[in-house]
């Protein structure tokens, strides 16, 4: 009875260190480059009901910073959430309880590493990328990838909406790497090898872009991340592409995948 009773107590005493750390169960981190952009999702964001949230607006509108991981680790250490949510400023919601039902899930998740409203899961259907997720995207509101009914375990999450415990985050911070890509995949390999659980939650979720914005640099990041990660994995599975990680087929693979890339860059200009 005694040890029950400590048990208990111990748990009162932690839930009590959480609330005093954390004034807010959630903050809301976006990167922002166009003002408008923002505004149009902020006007959205006020639409949303039954969320303790404070948004916090990284200004890159000069290009202040280098990385989405350097910006995310500032703002992150400004945050007074539990709980991080790092969005695009295109996401929209599409009713004003989306928002509050995508964390309420999320909340429950046990063991979570990294949540998010897209995904990439560990085994493939016929090998081949795969993307889990019930939103809708482009100008079209078309939907992508396979649709799900129901919380999923994935092996990684997409950028555009992703959370991670504070707690978590503080002990785990995002990396050094440069650049504008890979960084909710990173995190959700990271909490992999922390022994974390990742997930994709149902969402009723515009996001506004049509998705396809990878250009050579996305390729070369994610050399790097087979290069820092591939050991530990067989393939490193995005909502972009299944990124082998072992034999020369996957350095040749992906170094045809970059010529490609650079040759759609510099004809785009």
């Not at 000069?62 to 680790?73: H, K, L, P, T």
């Not at 991670?164 to 504008?180: I, Q, R, S, Y």
Request: aromatic share 10%.
């Amino acid at each position: 009875m005694f040890a029950i009773l400590f048990t208990e107590s111990r748990l009162s005493k932690i839930k009590e260190d959480i609330q005093l750390k954390y004034t807010r169960q959630f903050s809301l981190i976006t990167i922002v480059n166009k003002e408008p952009v923002y505004q149009e999702f902020k006007k959205n964001l006020d639409t949303q009901v039954n969320v303790d949230y404070e948004l916090i607006k990284i200004d890159n509108s000069d290009n202040q910073f280098n990385s989405a991981r350097a910006a995310y680790n500032d703002a992150a250490k400004k945050a007074s959430g539990e709980y991080l949510v790092f969005l695009h400023p295109d996401i929209r919601f599409l009713d004003e309880n989306a928002l509050s039902d995508i964390l309420n899930e999320i909340k429950k998740l046990p063991n979570l590493g990294v949540a998010g409203i897209a995904g990439s899961p560990q085994k493939l259907v016929n090998n081949d990328r795969q993307i889990l997720t019930t939103i809708v995207q482009g100008t079209d509101k078309e939907s992508v990838g396979t649709l799900i009914s129901k919380t999923e375990k994935v092996q990684t999450l997409d950028e555009c909406f992703f959370v991670v415990k504070h707690e978590w985050l503080d002990k785990h911070p995002f990396t050094e790497c440069k650049g504008w890509h890979f960084y909710a995949v990173e995190q959700s390999l990271i909490a992999l090898l922390d022994h974390k659980d990742n997930y994709v939650v149902p969402a009723r979720v515009w996001h506004t872009s049509a998705g396809a914005s990878e250009d050579y640099r996305y390729v070369l990041i994610g050399r790097q991340m087979v290069k820092r990660y591939g050991e530990y994995f067989p393939s490193i599975n995005t909502t972009v592409r299944k990124w082998d990680t072992k034999g020369i087929k996957a350095n040749i693979n992906s170094s045809l995948y970059l010529v490609k890339r650079v040759i759609t860059t510099y004809l785009r200009k």
